[in-house]
């Protein structure tokens, strides 16, 4: 089955990148969003939970993604971080993955095929 994977990352033309990247690997983005609140919003309206998650940590304005990670993790929802910084700023993550920007295909492939076993 198709995974459907919801993408929270703030730099537009990285998010069409990473857009192309999950598309090219099978995934059916189900959503894309540059901030948090329309993030949280669409996800609590969610009736079909997205299969996994790729968020970037740091937002714009100075937010940080994870409130969100906070509601997807209640939600049995998996994700992995996106980052450019070599750590994550929050410890209350250990087993979460971690990829670093810019991200490629073999970043992605092992978190895809961790979220299509879900799906």
């Known amino acids: 089955m198709t ?3 919801v993408l929270v990352e703030d730099e ?3 998010s069409m990148m990473m857009e192309d990247l999950l598309t090219d690997l099978g995934c059916e983005v189900a959503a ?7 993030a949280l919003a669409w996800l609590s309206s969610q009736e079909r939970l997205p299969d996994g998650a ?4 740091n937002l ?6 994870f409130p969100l990670a906070e509601a997807l993790r209640a939600r049995g929802v998996p ?3 996106a980052t450019g910084y070599g750590v994550l700023p929050s410890d209350g993550y250990p087993d979460t993955p971690l990829i670093r920007k810019p ?3 073999d970043q992605l492939l092992p978190v ?7 799906a």
């Open 79 to 81: 994700f992995v971080f």
């Open 103 to 105: 991200v490629n295909q």
């Open 3 to 5: 995974p459907r994977v």
């Open 60 to 65: 714009g304005g100075g937010e940080t993604v």
């Open 54 to 57: 790729v968020l970037d940590v």
């Open 32 to 38: 894309s969003f540059g901030a948090l609140a329309p």
């Open 12 to 14: 537009p033309l990285v």
């Open 112 to 118: 895809v095929r961790a979220f299509a076993a879900l």
